[in-house]
């Protein structure tokens, strides 16, 4: 399961390229101030910062399921949290994009964030704190992340995320001059990122509907054993 999870998070990233670039491509671009080290560093902070998001987000849905096999009373929760995945899921499956609640449309661009002359470590920690920005697709792959098997496989779903979506951000400045000549290039974007909501809709859903119904599957199994 953890596997499909990691892969519909990779193509939530590349679908989200053209929306990261857009979003993003001036910040990023402000903090690698033209500097390769600083980019890098920058690159490598924000692999390292949406892994740990991916593994704080599936560590506390794992903990949740665990309380509730100790717990029966939290049981209900852990099914309710369950379902509101389960329903988030088919609305990307079926509409390809976020909620209104989460879609989130304009940013204020902290440009200026790391100056030129800063050193490399600075553009890193920034990198580390992506993980906060303010962003649906972002959220969307954290609520993937959740759906793994414990924090290495929230980790390794973030972790595609952000290896998918980096060479968007990376190549921002050089691409976005480019995508702007492109005939009808926002419906084009807008098609892709749908795709990609659409893909993250499937492994939610699967994720779970997987959860929910292991019990059911399992108990049938030792009925049908018996």
């Known amino acids: 399961m953890t596997t499909a999870l990691v892969l519909a998070g990779f193509a939530l990233g590349a679908a989200a390229s053209p929306h990261c670039m857009t979003m993003c491509g ?7 101030g033209g ?11 924000r692999l390292f910062g949406y892994m740990a ?5 599936a560590g506390g849905v794992a903990l949740l399921g665990a309380w509730s ?8 929760w852990w099914m309710l949290l369950h379902l509101a995945m389960l329903a988030l899921g088919a609305w990307w499956l079926v509409t390809g994009r976020p909620p209104g609640l989460l879609a989130r449309h304009g940013t204020d661009v902290p440009v200026n964030f790391v100056k030129r002359g800063r050193p490399p470590v600075a553009a890193a920690v920034a990198g580390v704190g992506w993980v906060l920005w303010p962003c649906a697709t972002l959220q969307g792959g954290l609520l993937l992340a959740a759906l793994a098997e414990g924090p290495i496989g929230g980790a390794l779903v973030m972790g595609a995320f952000a290896l998918a979506s980096t060479p968007a951000l990376a190549a921002a400045p050089w ?3 480019r995508l ?14 749908a795709f990609g909501w659409r893909i993250a809709g499937f492994g939610v859903v699967l994720a779970s509907g ?11 199994w030792a009925w049908c054993a018996a």
Do not use: K, T, Y
Request: charged letters at 15%; a positive charge.
């Open 210 to 220: 997987w959860a929910l119904g292991a019990g059911i599957w399992q108990r049938a």
């Open 26 to 32: 001036a910040a990023c671009a402000s903090l690698g």
């Open 180 to 193: 702007m000549r492109i005939p009808a290039a926002g419906q084009r974007r807008a098609r892709i990122e």
């Open 35 to 45: 500097c390769r080290r600083r980019a890098g560093a920058f690159h490598v902070g």
């Open 175 to 177: 691409a976005w001059s």
């Open 69 to 76: 096999s100790a717990a029966p009373a939290l049981r209900p």
């Open 53 to 57: 998001g991916g593994a704080v987000a």
